[in-house]
């Protein structure tokens, strides 16, 4: 995956990104290209772990670059299935790659979990727009 591959993201207004997989409650979250441009440089990512549980609209990491630290904030509710362990080596990826290899967790969303106030891309765009007016 490259940072074009945006097939079925989701977008939070946090500027994440989550991507369901077909057929399961698993999905997988990672930072917004516009998010990774406006951080600049990253150089260290904190995320929970395998078995942790992140609450919807509620921190569960932070991004830190030259410029500032970061909270994410959670797209969905669910457990953490997996965390990028790549990322601790080479924050980097979130730059170079960031709805692929610089991806964050996968979680198995909670039966709760209410995906309607995410956006489709084109939304997300938009949305984009209107903030910069």
Not at 8 to 16: D, K, N, T
Not at 63 to 84: M, R, T
Request: proline content about 3%; charged content about 25%; some cysteine.
């Amino acid at each position: 995956m490259s940072c074009n591959s945006l097939d079925g993201a989701l977008f939070h207004r946090s500027h994440l990104w989550l991507r369901p997989s077909a057929g399961s409650r698993e999905a997988h979250i990672g930072v917004s290209d516009f998010a990774q441009k406006q951080l600049g440089k990253i150089l260290y990512v904190e995320l929970p772990r395998a078995g942790d549980h992140i609450e919807a609209e509620s921190p569960f990491g932070t991004v830190e670059s030259y410029k500032v630290v970061s909270e994410l904030i959670a797209p969905a509710s669910g457990e953490v299935l997996a965390a990028n362990q790549d990322l601790s080596k080479k924050a980097g990826l979130l730059n170079e790659d960031c709805y692929g290899d610089g991806w964050l967790l996968t979680i198995r969303l909670a039966e709760s979990a209410d995906l309607s106030s995410l956006m489709a891309h084109e939304s997300y765009l938009a949305f984009l727009g209107e903030r910069g007016r």
